[in-house]
C-alpha cells in the first residue's frame, strides 16, 4: 500500500499540484477582489510591464480559422498596459464615470485552469482558463461575458504575478453597451 502512495504522490507530482493550487488560489483572489470593487489591490496582482489585451472576434470561414482572432499588431477591444490600467481603476474610482453610475453588480467565476507551459527561460508559465462574468446594471441591464483567458504567470519577490493577459472573448459583436468590468 505504502508503495502505490509513493507512485501518486511523487516529489514531481506534490510540486505541480502545490503550483496549481497557488494558481487557482491567485485567479479566485482576483475574482473575489474585482467582486469586492477592491480595484487597487487587484492592480497588485500584475507585474510593472504588463500586457492586458484582447484581440477582436472575427467571423471566418473555417479554412481561415486561424486568423478568427485580430493578431497582436492589430487592433483589438483592450490593449493596456499597467499605467492605462492604473488609470482606468482612477477612474472608476472616482465615481463620477458615466459607465458606471450607480455601479454595477459583477460576479466572476473562473474554471478550467490549467498549466499549459511549464516554466520557461524567461521564468515565466502559461496558464489558460476560462472565465465568465456575469454583470448587471440598473433594472434591466444584464450582461453575460465568457472568455477564454491565456496568462502568463511570473515569481516575484516570492509572489505569482500576472505578467501577460490575453482574453479571448467568444462573441464577435459586443452585446454589452460597455466594457467596464475587467477580466
Known sequence: MADMAET???ADR???LDLMREVEDLFYREADLLDERQYEAWLDLFTDDLRYWMPLRKNVAWRDRADD????????WLDDDKATLTKRVKQ????????EE????????VSNIRLAHDVDAGGEMRITCR????????DTETDFLIARREDNLRRIDGALKIARRKILLEQSVLMAKNLTAFF
Open 8 to 10: 501518486f504522490l511523487s
Open 14 to 16: 506534490l510540486r505541480y
Open 69 to 76: 482572432f485580430s493578431h497582436d499588431d492589430e487592433v483589438g
Open 92 to 99: 472608476l474610482m472616482t465615481g463620477i464615470h458615466w459607465a
Open 102 to 109: 450607480p455601479i454595477s453588480r459583477v460576479a466572476h467565476m
Open 131 to 138: 472565465i465568465f462574468i456575469y454583470r448587471n446594471r440598473m
